[in-house]
């Protein structure tokens, strides 16, 4: 009967939990703009983006290399080697920057933001604005919340075109590839409504919501200690990787799958 009463309470935690960060959202998306919040969400934009960016750079490099050279190993012994343009930029438009974009952004600013929260709530810093009168909400959450909205889908174009780059790097300038039928191909089959619209920058804005949503909500849900502002880190980065994987099915099977 305990381990049954345990479940029960540890099931209406999680609820009340969503629930929370339900009005918690929904507080920050229909609050007025003020001037002043506009400053401090340029200031997250560079914390949360800006410092991002090399991350994403160099692995976006990284994993157009490595396509191309997967993809070449692997077209060249059917003879079509020419559609190696073609099949570097749909796989990384279509689902690799989106969602490797999202895993580093969860792991890298997704957990800066868990834990910036987190230790304010720890040093009573959130405390002492409610004190007086000043919303932490509008003051503290909500300039990182649509600081990581706006800046990761650009953070995924720009994995995408470096990933294109580093692509043509190994394929034309490595192996061979014909520079003419690679960026041809390219150009004949991705489709900006289809590819970019719909799988880069659609998702991203999806999955910066989400990685986002969660951060700004375990750091300012979780317990103000060391053990607890470390315990939030890791459930914002697993929690987040497990919902970009999760979502990333449901919108391919929209918008690609056909239901």
Known sequence: MNAIALLGRRVIERVQGIGVATQMLLQILFSMPTALGFRLFLYQMYRVGVMSLLIIAVSGLFIGLVI???????????????????????????????VVAALLFA????SALTAEIGLMKATEQLSSMEMIGVDPLKRIVSPRLWAGI???????????AIG?????LVGVDFLGVDEGSFWSGMQGTVQFSKDVLNGTIIKSIVFALICTWIAVYQGYACEPTSEGIATSTTRTVVYSSLCVLGFDFVLTAVMFGGV
């Open 164 to 168: 294109i780059m580093g692509g043509k």
């Open 68 to 98: 191309g050279l997967q993809g070449y190993s692997i077209l060249v012994n059917v003879g079509s080697e020419s559609m190696l343009g073609t099949m570097v930029s749909l796989t990384l438009l279509r689902e690799l920057a989106p």
């Open 150 to 160: 706006v800046s990761l889908p650009m953070l995924s174009v720009i994995f995408a």
């Open 107 to 110: 792991g890298r600013a997704g």
